[in-house]
Every structure is written in structure tokens, then in C-alpha cells.
């Protein structure tokens, strides 16, 4: 018994890492996507009657492929210790909610996560969006001290210029949006003109702010993700490295270089090696 469950594993296991498979998804995905922007014109009865038999079968498909990436995998612990397992997860259960009734709206709602799957199934996305998630805490603090020159430039603004405009400048929250508008440049030169008017010094008040905003920070936000992405490419490599050494049956700690604790050891072994031999001279 135990044998034929492990036979099957292990088919469900080639399966579900078959090129072939891995391809025909992506390409159910891709005519999901497509079904699912269909809906949204005014097509022919038949035609809508195959698109919801096409919904039908693709639903069916992915609870498929989702038990079979269930049965492949070493248990539901380790199943769902991948974040990404979890993640498909929940989408195919929320594809399996009836679009009829009231609640069509919310079903085609659902599907239309489905098309986040390609995500999941091509790593280069994977990595991408590890990356930006990973990159987010280090963004967070740069947004935090973009909120603080926001609100000093803000604070400053609707000091300064509130007489001129209150619409744009009555208080600091509104001056802070209309220093976001700035810093997106949406007809910022007509916002700077109008105060230079009457303070012809006020340039500087913009083109400082711009430079902070829109060049410093903007920089340092690029920078965080280009970091945490060069990481994760990095990582990629190494574990892709890590499987193809695996298959050609190589060692791959072999091909890793020596740690400081490994030498550390050698160089322990050796001191012994020598002491021993010493000993055996002066015997």
C-alpha cells in the first residue's frame, strides 16, 4: 500500500515538475485573463455561453492542479510553508465561489486574481516581487523621511504663501498636496509663478523641495530596490547552481568555498598533526 501511494507521488511529482505542465498553465492562465476582459464587452449569446463553459473548465482545471501540487509535495507542512503554495491556494478556492446570483459581481472579482498566478509560476516574477517585498521596510523609512520634508515644506508653504492662495495653501495638509503636484510636476511652474509674483525669491523654495523629492529621494528609493533585487538574483543562481550540481550528482558543498570555521579547523588539525609528529621524534 505504502509503496503504491509512494508511486504515485512520485508520478504526481514529474508531473507537476514537467516543463509541459508547468507551460500548458501558464497558458490556461493567459486564456483566463483573456476570457475574463471578454466578459467586459457585449458579445453574442453563444458566444457568452462558451465563455462561461470555458470559466467552467478552467476552474475545474486549476483545483486539479492545485491537488495534484498537493499530493506531489512531502506533506501539507510543507506545502504550505511556501508562501507562494498558500498564496495559489486561496485563489483557486476563491475561483470556486458560483458566479450566479447576487453574487456574480464578487465571483468575477475573484477570477480576475486568477491572472496573479503567473507570478507564481515563472520565477523570474517570483523573484521580482520577493524583491519589492523585501525592499518595502527599507522604502518605508524613506517614505517616512520623505513625509518629514513634506510636512516641513508643507508647514513652511502654508505660512508663506496661504495669502496668496488659500485653495492651494490654506493649511499644511493641503499644502502638502499641493507639494505632491509639485513633486509629480503637474503644472508646478504655474503654482511657482503665482507665489513669485509676489515673493520673486520663492524659486527657491520649489527647486530645492524638487531637488530633495524628486531626485534625492526618488534615487534612494530606486537604489533599495535595485539592492534587494541584486540579492535575490544572486540567491536565484546559487540555488539554480545548487539543483543542476545536485542532478549531475556532484557535491555541493565541493563546489562552495571554504568557511572561516572550516579553516580554523584545517589549521587545528594540522597544529595537531605537527605536535604529533614532534612527539614521535623526540621518542
Known amino acids: 500500500m505504502l509503496a503504491n501511494v509512494s508511486g504515485l507521488q512520485s508520478k504526481l511529482k514529474l508531473i507537476d515538475n514537467s516543463k509541459a505542465f508547468q507551460g500548458f498553465v501558464i497558458f490556461v492562465i493567459i486564456v483566463s485573463a483573456l476570457s475574463i476582459g471578454a466578459h467586459t464587452y457585449h458579445l453574442p449569446y453563444w458566444l457568452e455561453q462558451t465563455l462561461v463553459v470555458l470559466d467552467v473548465g478552467i476552474t475545474v482545471f486549476f483545483a486539479v492542479e492545485i491537488v495534484i501540487r498537493f499530493l506531489a509535495s512531502d506533506g501539507p507542512k510543507k506545502f504550505f510553508s ?8 486561496l485563489i483557486v478556492i476563491g475561483s470556486l465561489i458560483p458566479a450566479g446570483g447576487s453574487g456574480i459581481l464578487i465571483a468575477r472579482l475573484l477570477r480576475i486574481f486568477r491572472v496573479l498566478r503567473l507570478v507564481s509560476m515563472i520565477p523570474e516574477l517570483r523573484m521580482l516581487v520577493n524583491a519589492l517585498l523585501k525592499a518595502i521596510p527599507r522604502m518605508g523609512y524613506i517614505a517616512l523621511l520623505m513625509f518629514v520634508i513634506f510636512y516641513i515644506y508643507g508647514a513652511i508653504g502654508s505660512m508663506l504663501f496661504a495669502h496668496i492662495n488659500d485653495f492651494l495653501w490654506g493649511d499644511v495638509s493641503v499644502a502638502m498636496l499641493t507639494l505632491f503636484r509639485v513633486s ?7 503654482v511657482m ?4 509674483a509676489v515673493y520673486p525669491l520663492s524659486w527657491i523654495y520649489y527647486l530645492s523641495f524638487i531637488f530633495l523629492t524628486a531626485f534625492v529621494f526618488l534615487n534612494m528609493m530606486v537604489g533599495a530596490v535595485l539592492d534587494v533585487m541584486t540579492q535575490e538574483t544572486q540567491a536565484m543562481r546559487d540555488e539554480e547552481a545548487d539543483e543542476l550540481a545536485l542532478e549531475s550528482g556532484k557535491s555541493v558543498e565541493a563546489d562552495k ?27
Do not use: C, H, R
Request: avoid cysteine; hydrophobic fraction near 40%; aromatic fraction near 10%.
Open 193 to 196: 509663478y503665482e507665489t513669485m
Open 257 to 283: 568555498p571554504a568557511s572561516v570555521a572550516d579553516v580554523v579547523e584545517l589549521k587545528a588539525q594540522i597544529a595537531e598533526l605537527k605536535e604529533m609528529l614532534v612527539q614521535k621524534n623526540q621518542g
Open 82 to 89: 511556501n508562501g507562494w503554495n498558500v498564496f495559489d491556494t
Open 184 to 190: 509629480t510636476f503637474e503644472s508646478w511652474t504655474s
